[in-house]
């Protein structure tokens, strides 16, 4: 096998497909990159059985051919190399030769005859959106997947659709985000549990333009396709929580807010409440006033902004890292924070349509 491409272009296809090859792994295979060239192009696959990516790479191809190359290492070498023309060749033995310019590498590959087959998934009724859509939306619910296995279903995404709507949630026991978006034609109702950590990673990959991107499940795995690159992520297995049945169906206070003053305000007293044993924020809500103190035997944080609030006044207390994660998230000018009472799930909202909702639980507080 040989051929000739940029680095940059080599650069990139490594650092996409190598997003799922595993780090330390009992099968060697699984910690290589694939690579396979023919006279069409280059193409890169990794996988560590749960995600798969293949990515392609522009390049002239003068052999064809095809090797498992350690991703890690490979993805070192090309990192380092002049920046211009690269030619990789491999001979009978898989013994690759990596050069650019005055520098060569030789690195030892393996047979791609064991590498594992990429699942097929039928792309029959496919879910079409704008990549940047879906990029914002795993990241603006991905904060909210579990972070243990004590429930394997809460370390999922749930992904809904339902004629032309998407909706992704993530729960944690502690905390509640869901963001719906708009799809670019009806693709009928579906749902299923997505990995978190796998649909983040796959996330990082889409573009921040309105390139579309085509989402595809059969009963076992997650299809994504975008030009360049097709990412493949096996679902959990399970019911994932019945979501709706923990919002409240109404609200005795709702208060108006503008995120960016909010933003700051949790910004500067989380530095207090980081060095409290409780690591808490206190919201006082008086009619036109929001104040947030907190406090440590270090010291203590008073924030007040001006507020807009139907309903009487409350004072509620959250955990930093909750209240923080939900509000960094959102990317409207202003939302409303709905409540009940201090005991009572705490939501927010747009102040129109329902594109987000984050529900974070307070904590109960002496007094």
Known sequence: MKFVCQKEDLMQGLSVASKASATRSPQAVLECVSIAADFSGVRLQCTDLQMGIETAVPAMVAEEGRVLLNARLLNEIVRKLPDGEVTLSVSASNRATISAAGSKTTL??????DFPQLPAVPEDDPIELPQVLLRDMIRETGFAVAADDARPILMGIYLEVEDDVLTLVALDGFRLARRRGKLLASAGKVS????????IEAGKILSDDDAPVTLALSKTHLLLRAKGFTVII???????????????????????????????????????AREGKNNLLRFSIRQDKLSI????????????????????????????RYITDAVKSIDEEQFLIKLNSNISPCVLVPTEGEDFLYLVLPVRTAG
């Open 108 to 113: 030892q590959g393996m047979s791609a005859q």
């Open 192 to 199: 299923a549990v997505v990995s978190g950590h796998y649909f």
């Open 234 to 272: 096996r679902l959990l297995e399970g019911e994932y929580i019945k979501y709706r049945q923990l919002l409240p169906p109404s609200y005795a206070i709702s208060t108006r807010v503008s995120r960016g003053e909010l933003a700051d305000c949790i910004d500067r007293a989380s530095l207090m």
């Open 293 to 320: 103190t907190s406090n440590s035997e270090m010291g203590d944080v008073y924030e007040e902004m001006d507020v807009e609030t139907t309903g009487s006044d409350i004072d509620i207390a959250f955990n930093v």
